[in-house]
C-alpha cells in the first residue's frame, strides 16, 4: 500500500491537499505528530485528527513522534486515528499503550528509529499489527534515505515469516522512483511516501504512478 503524509503537504491547505488525491484510491494517509522534544520539529496535535476525520473516510496513519505518548493517546484513540504507532524509544511501557490501542479497536504499531535495533521489540512483536521502520531520522521530510535499512527490512520480514504473524512492515522516509522497488524487494508492505508525492507538479499522478509500479512490483514477485 502507498501511504501518503500530509507532512509534505502545504499546511495551509490540508484539507484541499487530501482532497485532491483522494480520487485516486487512496487507502491510508499518514499524519506525523510531532512535540518538538522527540524530534526536533513541532507539527500537529489531536484536532488535526479530529478535522481531517470529518472530510475523508481513508485511514488515519497516525505516527506518534513524541515524549510521553500514553498521556496523549486517548485524544488521538477518541479523535479518529485508525492506526497508531508508538516509537519503542519513547514508551518504557509500551506493551500497555499496544494493548490499550488494541482494546480500542484500532491498529497498534510499534515505530523504530534508524539506528536502533530489530531486538529491541522482540517481546512485543506478537502483540503489534505493524512494525513501522524509519528509513531517516524522523522529523523532517525530503531526506534520503538511509540504505542500511533494506537488510532491517529482509531481517524483519524473515522474522515475521519464521514466526507465522500476520504483522506488516511500514518504512517511512526517503522514498522515491528511484528506490521504492528495493525497498518492496527487501519485504515492505506499506510506503509512506511525502515529499516524492506532495512536493511534485502534480501529486495525484505522482500518487497513481508509485501505486502503478507498487502493483506491477508485487505481480512480479508472486510469479
Ligand atoms: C519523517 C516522517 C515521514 C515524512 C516522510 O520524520 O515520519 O513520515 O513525511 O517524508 P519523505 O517521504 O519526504 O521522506
Ligand atoms: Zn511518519
Known amino acids: 500500500m502507498i501511504i501518503p503524509s500530509i507532512l509534505s503537504a502545504n499546511f495551509a491547505f490540508i484539507g484541499d491537499s487530501i482532497k485532491r488525491i483522494e480520487n485516486g484510491g487512496i487507502e491510508a494517509i499518514h499524519v506525523d505528530i510531532m512535540d518538538g522534544h522527540f524530534v526536533p520539529n513541532l507539527t500537529f496535535g489531536p484536532e488535526l485528527i479530529r478535522s481531517i476525520k ?76 505493524f512494525v513501522l521502520l524509519m528509513s531517516v531520522n524522523p522529523g523532517f521530510e525530503a531526506q534520503n534515505f538511509i540504505n542500511s535499512t533494506l537488510k532491517k527490512i529482509t531481517k524483519l520480514k524473515e522474522i515475521v515469516l519464521k514466526k507465522n504473524l500476520k504483522v506488516e512492515i511500514e518504512v517511512d ?29 502534480d501529486p495525484l499522478e505522482s500518487y497513481i504512478k508509485f501505486k502503478e509500479i507498487e502493483e506491477k512490483k508485487r505481480k512480479l514477485n508472486l510469479r
Open 54 to 129: 470529518k472530510l475523508t473516510s481513508v485511514s488515519l496513519d497516525v505516527h506518534l513522534m513524541i515524549d510521553n505518548p500514553h498521556s496523549m493517546l486517548k485524544f488521538f484513540i477518541d479523535y479518529g486515528s485508525d492506526w497508531l504507532s508508538i516509537h519503542v524509544e519513547s514508551s518504557p511501557h509500551l506493551n500497555k499503550i499496544i494493548n490499550n490501542i488494541k482494546k480500542n479497536n484500532r491498529k497498534a504499531g510499534v515505530a523504530l528509529n534508524p539506528a536502533t535495533s530489530l531486538s529491541s521489540i522482540d517481546e512485543i512483536i506478537e502483540e503489534v499489527d
Open 173 to 201: 522516509g526517503g522514498i522515491g522512483i528511484d528506490n521504492i522497488e528495493k525497498i518492496i524487494d527487501a519485504g515492505a508492505d506499506l510506503l509512506v511516501i511525502g515529499s516524492s508525492i506532495f512536493k511534485s507538479a
